[in-house]
């Protein structure tokens, strides 16, 4: 099997059904590309292009962003890829995610809103980028150093999943991104975020091999590696003596907007858990379109962290030494707002 089918059969193998799966394996065929385009890898290119040809219409914004993907490398073949003329009504999340979605509103509930400076400069490119993971190391659960950074000059829309495995080395692909200011703010949050997954992909890779560390990149694989991700998130975000008043308010932010990727949750949040400000701020916040078709990974956001923390973050995906940090820094982040229990 050619790296290649290796990554197509990851890709392609999703914890999902009927359409759902459908549009998660849009997705993936995307981030492949975006690997393609990054490691200057035809093959993968080509079997890419076998795939999408034999598949399904699939969700416009997917669909569209697979032929703009594919286009930066060269001509798409005709085409390409259909979008689906309707999507399924999103279904209600078990109750189980329900409550867990109330645990974490209630959680930064406890966390006071920061000021935010507008003076804050993000960093511009991989160089940037690279020295900013260098300097929150201290503010995560690991807090790796040296990650490998690498600049692209794809539009920032098409480049989602930042965080990958290329040529058995974990890399971050930065772009260039033009924000307004309540985006500015966030993207701090998002830097801690990036990091966390590579400390995740790094450990692992030392720990298991690249290969391992390639499986979090897709299906069950990411929903472990956004649930780890998450909870480093949760943890820095309590740790106001270790984390600035500048990535707590963007943590802060962030987890809202994590919460507002659940389906339907602006009919169901406030009677999660009444007088809540963070659910008041999600119910009437916008919603993220691109999980309104992708419930199972909008929950491993939401639900994921404290599912694998009721399980002493056991998992073959995390490593001893991250899961021996995540089992003694998650409680205590946690304990204090009482977000412990659902």
Not at 40 to 66: E, N, Q
């Amino acid at each position: 099997m050619t790296p290649a089918d290796v990554l197509i059969r990851l890709a392609t193998n999703v914890p999902a059904t009927d359409t759902e799966a459908d549009d998660w394996r849009a997705r993936n065929m995307a981030e492949l590309l975006l690997a393609a385009r990054t490691s200057r890898d035809p093959l993968l290119v080509s079997a890419v292009d076998d795939f999408v040809l034999t598949s399904p219409p699939v969700y416009s914004r997917f669909a569209d962003r697979l032929r703009r993907m594919r286009g930066f490398l060269a001509d798409a073949p005709a085409d390409y890829v259909e979008d689906r003329k309707q999507d399924p009504e999103a279904p209600w999340p078990r109750p189980a995610v329900r409550a867990r979605a109330a645990q974490l509103a209630r959680f930064v509930d406890s966390c006071t809103p920061e000021g935010w400076d507008e003076e804050h400069t993000e960093p511009a490119d991989a160089a940037d980028v690279s020295a900013e993971l260098d300097r929150n190391a201290r503010t995560r659960v690991l807090g790796r150093t040296g990650h490998h950074c690498v600049d692209t000059d794809l539009p920032a829309e098409l480049v989602w999943r930042e965080w990958l495995v290329d040529n058995n080395r974990p890399t971050l692909v930065v772009v260039a991104k033009q924000r307004t200011a309540a985006t500015r703010v966030v993207r701090w949050g998002l830097h801690l975020h990036m990091a966390s997954h590579m400390d995740h992909l790094a450990e692992l890779t030392e720990h298991s091999g690249p290969a391992a560390a390639t499986q979090l990149q897709f299906g069950e694989g990411l929903l472990i590696a956004e649930a780890v991700a998450m909870a480093c998130e949760f943890i820095a975000l309590a740790d106001a003596d270790r984390t600035s008043a500048l990535y707590r308010e963007s943590l802060r932010r962030l987890a809202v907007n994590r919460l507002r990727r659940l389906p339907r949750i602006a009919e169901w949040g406030a009677a999660a858990l009444p007088g809540s400000p963070t659910m008041a701020e999600v119910v009437h916040s916008v919603a993220v379109d691109e999980f309104t078709v992708l419930p199972t990974l909008a929950e491993a956001y939401v639900a994921g962290p404290f599912d694998l923390a009721d399980q002493g973050f056991d998992h073959p995906l995390i490593p001893p030494r991250l899961r021996t940090a995540l089992v003694e820094k998650f409680r205590i982040a946690l304990l204090p707002a009482g977000a412990m229990r659902p």
